[in-house]
């Protein structure tokens, strides 16, 4: 969770990352791949998403994913959602 400070309404200003891309390779040779959070929100609640799983998303492949294996990545565009 992320708390943006510059928000006009700071306490509302609430974010939770959802998606993470990971790039490896050269500018010549490279490839994508993703970390996709997917889940629904808890009615009511703002901070958590209840029951979410991150998956890995690649060219060929598609798994689960633990959160230390995308807190791990070597993160190239990170996608937030506010709450």
């Known amino acids: ?3 943006m400070c510059r928000c006009k309404d700071a306490d509302n ?10 790039h490896s390779g050269t500018m010549r040779e490279s490839h ?4 996709v959070r997917v889940g629904e ?13 991150w998956y ?3 060219d060929h492949h598609v798994h689960q994913a633990s959160i230390e294996e ?4 070597e993160a190239y565009i990170l996608f ?4």
């Open 1 to 3: 969770m992320f708390k």
């Open 13 to 22: 200003c609430i974010y939770c990352l959802v998606g993470v891309v990971e």
């Open 32 to 35: 994508y791949i993703a970390y």
């Open 41 to 53: 929100k808890e009615s009511g609640t703002d901070t958590e998403h209840v029951g979410s799983q």
């Open 56 to 58: 890995y998303v690649s």
């Open 70 to 73: 995308v807190l791990r990545s």
């Open 80 to 83: 937030y959602e506010r709450n």
